[in-house]
């Protein structure tokens, strides 16, 4: 029986001829770890992987037993590869969506003046419109606001919390045309910032930026 021990490990040895696996004692056979993780457990009669049937066997000698063991031994790896390539596919998709939404926050273009072909007096009530905004705002909707502009609509969204600071996002819509963007509420001059989320015709922009702000 004092032999039995040396026989097993060599019996191991011969009949799991695998890379990275290693023997570790136990009082009644020897644990087999496959990268410091538990694989199974082989004794002299039986062999016990987990969450497997045990295998009944003399493991000290080749046969049928050892057959069946490394046929578990192998389910074991295919699921362990599942899991792995599960694993690295979620990253993946997380790294995606990261990406996804860095290259949204790069197009986020930012406008803060008015250009020449805003007409002087709807840019000047504009820009008065949005100090009374910096000034003098307290209510704040929690829910959508439509209002009627001379041509189309704008659709206020609830304030939202963005890196830059609080932002008011509006749609305004002309037609088939729509500009959807967002007004900086801690912008230090006037006319709030605008930053553009969709929408790239030029002429709806700046028709679009100041009714928002006059709205």
């Known amino acids: 029986m004092e032999l039995a021990p040396s026989r097993l490990l060599e019996a191991i040895g011969s009949e799991l001829d695998r890379d990275g696996l290693t023997a570790v004692p136990r009082p009644h056979g020897y644990a087999i770890l496959e990268q410091g993780q538990p694989l199974v457990l082989i004794c002299a009669t ?75 007096a709807f840019a000047r009530a504009a820009k008065e419109s949005s100090a009374r905004i910096r000034s003098e705002r307290t209510l704040a909707f929690d829910h959508p606001v439509v209002i009627d502009a001379p041509v189309g609509e704008i659709r206020f969204e609830p304030i939202t919390e963005r890196p830059a600071g609080a932002e008011v996002p509006f749609t305004y819509g002309e037609d088939r045309e729509v500009l959807r963007a967002a007004l900086r509420l801690l912008s230090r001059t006037d006319p709030l910032a605008l930053v553009i989320l969709e929408g790239n015709d030029e002429a709806l922009i700046w028709r679009g930026w100041p009714l928002a702000l006059c709205a």
């Open 46 to 120: 039986h062999a016990h992987a987990f969450r497997r049937k045990s295998i009944l066997g003399n493991f000290l000698c080749p046969g049928q037993h050892w057959d069946g063991l490394r046929q578990q031994l192998a389910g074991i790896e295919q699921r362990r590869e599942r899991r792995r390539a599960s694993a690295e596919e979620r990253r993946r998709r997380r790294l995606a969506r990261g990406a996804s939404a860095g290259e949204a926050q790069t197009r986020r273009r930012v406008l803060h003046q008015f250009p020449a072909e805003v007409d002087d």
